[in-house]
Each structure stands twice: as C-alpha cells, then as structure tokens.
C-alpha cells in the first residue's frame, strides 16, 4: 500500500513539474515572454528554441562592432556556418516555430553592438498575461484588466497602447461600427470599441 502511495505521489509531482514548465514556456510577465527576458542576446537564442525551428531573415555583417571586438568575434565558434545566426550578424526579423511549423513568435533585434530583442509579435494563443490575456481574448477583456493610455487610429485598424506595460494591441477596423471603419482622420476612443472586437496582433515592446 506504502509502495502504491509513493508512486501515485511521484506522479503527482512529476505532472504538477510539467504543468509549471509548460505554464512558464507560455508566460508572459513584466520583463518576460517564455523563455525571454528583456536582456536575452539574440546569438542565445539557438540555445534557448533547441528543440524548435528558427528563421532568421536578411542577416547582414554588425556595423555597430567596435573593431577589437570585432575581431575577436569573427575568430569566435558562434560564427561557423552551422549556426542560424551569427554573432557579428544584425537581423531585420527572426522567426521562432514549433516543431511541426506552428509559428510562436517573430522577433525584431536591436541594432547594438550586442543585438537583444527590441520588439514581439505573438502568434500561438497559449501565451498568457499575468492577467490572463492572449490572442483569443476581446477587447472587453484588454479594458477591464489593463489601463489603456491611448488609442491610435491608422488607415485599416486601431492600435490599443497600455499604461505601465510594454503590451500593445491591434484591432482591425472591420471589428467596429461601419460608420467608423473608412475614415482614417477620425480618432476612435475607447466608448466606440465593442466589447467583442476580437485581437488582430497581440504585441510586446521592450526599450
């Protein structure tokens, strides 16, 4: 009887261990998405999606580098050619995928001399605030958990700025009333929005 309780125990721990893990990988927090932080350098991330796919797009040699530093890096294993990316490389965009081709995230770097991750669009729903918002939340969801600090109206869609957070949002206009979706030179206000207007873009900004 002893031998049955220590095993359904250790059981119990094991999936309560991958639960937490997976609730982590998904996480999103002030200064963390997942596995990211706001100091993560990008040539980390070949280490960090070990087990997912990444693509990084229109890789061209680091300006920014001092010269010593340079030099060091060029003679550095990180630069053999088996790697995705590089570190005396810069990157316009960098696209993280699940294995099996679900995308999860697409990264914009900063252009330093140690590129980190300046900008994220999340793509897979299970990314979750702390608060409990994602991609299939609405924006009844966004108002009542968040302080919104301001609304920007563009030609198809209305970006949704928070206070105190890098998070921000895309609605497309479509989700509005007709009469406020083909006038980009009206300011929409948060009143206007249903509560049912679904998220287009779910991003997170870090300076």
Known sequence: MKKIL????????????????????????????????????????????AEDSIVAENGIP???????????????????????????????????????GKQLLSLTPTRDSVPKIENIRIYDPRYVTDKGVSMTSTFKDIKDKYTIKKIITSMNNVVILL??????????????????????????????????????YMMLAWE
């Not at 997976?22 to 998405?33: E, L, R």
């Open 62 to 100: 680091n300006l920014n580098l001092q010269v010593g530093f340079k030099n060091e890096v060029l003679n550095d294993t990180n630069t053999d050619t088996t790697r995705i990316i590089k570190s005396n490389f810069i990157y316009n965009k960098i696209d993280i995928y699940e294995k099996g």
């Open 6 to 49: 220590s095993v359904a125990l250790a059981a119990t721990s094991l999936l309560f261990l991958n639960c937490e893990s997976a609730d982590k990988k998904f996480n999103i927090s002030t200064g963390v998405i997942g596995q990211l932080t706001k100091d993560t350098k990008v040539i980390d991330l070949e280490t960090i999606y």
């Open 163 to 200: 206070k105190d957070t890098g998070l921000y949002f895309t609605i497309d206009k479509q989700e509005l009333p007709s009469s406020l979706r083909y006038d980009s030179s009206v300011n929409i206000e948060e009143v206007q929005i249903p509560d049912a207007a679904k998220i287009k």
